[in-house]
């Protein structure tokens, strides 16, 4: 069965560099284009959890797990942004001192 779905990072032709560069590029478009949907998202879901019936537990607990993944995927992909910036610093920092190391 061929796979119609989005195409995310499943090039077997890249090497893992630019498989893990992909992603985190995919990562930084969504939070740039989209980052406002999950706390939309999440606000909608917590307002559900609120105005419902509090003897509807069914209701409410599946808004609230809703929001919660929603808030969970936002911050991990933050996350692999922020640690893509951090590597890329210490590798910045790494390169400067075998410059001043090795004269070059």
């Not at 610093?89 to 075998?98: A, G, T, Y």
Request: neutral net charge; contains cysteine; charged residues 40%.
């Amino acid at each position: 069965m061929a796979n119609n779905g989005p195409y995310l990072c499943h090039d077997s032709e890249k090497t893992p560099a630019q498989a893990r560069e992909h992603k985190v590029q995919r990562a930084r478009e969504l939070l740039a284009d989209a980052g406002w949907l999950f706390d939309d998202f999440v606000n909608a879901e917590m307002r559900r959890v609120l105005t419902s019936d509090p003897d509807d537990m069914t209701t409410r607990e599946i808004a609230y797990n809703r929001a919660r993944i929603a808030t969970e995927l936002k911050a991990g992909l933050a996350a692999l942004v922020r640690e893509d910036e951090a590597d890329a610093r210490r590798k910045e920092r790494r390169d400067s001192v075998r410059e001043a190391i090795h004269g070059r």
